[in-house]
């Protein structure tokens, strides 16, 4: 994979913004393989992200930084460079649902997603064996209906020491404490198996079903203190009908859920996803 950079940056719209990160970037050599731009109309904000080969640059990403300043500065930025050869380290959160987690290990392991796994953890320990089987650290910290705190200061424990960078819900049917959501701000990524906003909290597919919906979907988003409320950074939907059972509703949602947690997960990584109060701007 080629050497690149990654610029995300959100500051207020104004002229000459383009111009002024576009000639930061020429004059220094740099070559941009990849440049998406978004001006939000009703906020008077700016977003963009730039991919630039790093040999093109003939500097250090700290290097790039120091030098990029006075732009950020001038400009009001609120911005981050990415050195793709830095890979990011994933801690992955999972129950006794597998399909999800089966998707992203493959995925994983057939290079899709750059990243580091570094553990996997569990409140039960039905999949010890498959996460094993990957040669990744697997814990079970099994969490306690009357008093949850024990488990959940062991799981920020495990977080810390993976040195995570993220942390994906892979169906993990648990609710994180606000402290957990407050710290790992928008760095947790969850599978929501509905179309949210419509039937949030347990069992949506059976409360699609006596709704009697002809969509079903999931989605991917990150996890703030509010219950299935957070910055949304993928959808998707498959049709169905009156004939169509819980259980099938149940077997249909599973397929959805894993190709949209996987592509919210690599737009993720691939710092494609710009969060701006409870909206995402996701250059995919």
Known sequence: MCHRY????????????????????????????????????????????????????????DSMRDAFLPIAQEFDMHWALTDTRQRRRMVLMVSRESHCLVDLLYRWTA??????????ISNHDDLRSLVEWHAIPFHHVPVEAQDKAPAFAEIEGLVEAAQADCVVLAR???????????RYAGRVINIHHSFLPSFAGAKPYHQAHERGVKLIGATCHYVTEELDAGPIIEQGVHRVSHCHTPSDLVRFGRDVEKAVLARGVRWHLEDRVLMHGNKTVVFA
């Open 111 to 120: 290079g899709e997603l750059d990243c580091d796994i570094a553990a996997v």
């Open 172 to 182: 993990y049917m648990q609710i994180l404490p606000p402290a957990i959501c407050q």
């Open 6 to 61: 990654r610029l995300v940056i959100s500051c207020p719209d104004q002229l000459g913004i383009v111009a002024g990160v576009s000639s930061f970037i020429t004059g220094h050599g740099g070559s941009i393989t990849e440049a998406s731009q978004h001006s939000d109309l009703e906020t008077g904000r700016f977003f963009m992200r730039y991919e630039i080969r790093a040999d093109s640059l003939g500097m250090t990403a």
